[in-house]
């Protein structure tokens, strides 16, 4: 079943959310695991792709949007993958419905968001979904 983890930031930008889900991309690729970051959009999903190569600083990650014909251990894009199962890092803002495929799957939650990750919470929790919780404070720090 999948393992669903809530990562809640003190931050209120957007833009934390997203260099967090950058940050937690590439820890899962060194870990071993393919990720996929699910955008909004097409727009979005352009938007992720950049910050991969900026952010987090000293590290880089091969990354591509979804359906560029190279295989990387990071896609991004906002329709179902066609071969990613591992980890999906979900920054669309609802909960994607190929969802259950995955292994587990990564919310992030910033306090400008947190009715939109209170509903998304109880969507898993009502459907039975192991969830995690993590309180983050200061994560760009560490």
Known sequence: MTRIDFYILQDVELDAMQRFACRLATKAVFNGNDVYVHATDDNHARGMDELLWQYPDQRFVPHALAGEAIRVPIQIGWQEPADQDDVLINVSGGVPGFFGRFDRV?????????EAGRDRYKFYRDRGFPLFHHELDDWEAA
């Open 106 to 114: 990564a919310e992030i939650v910033v306090r400008s968001e947190r």
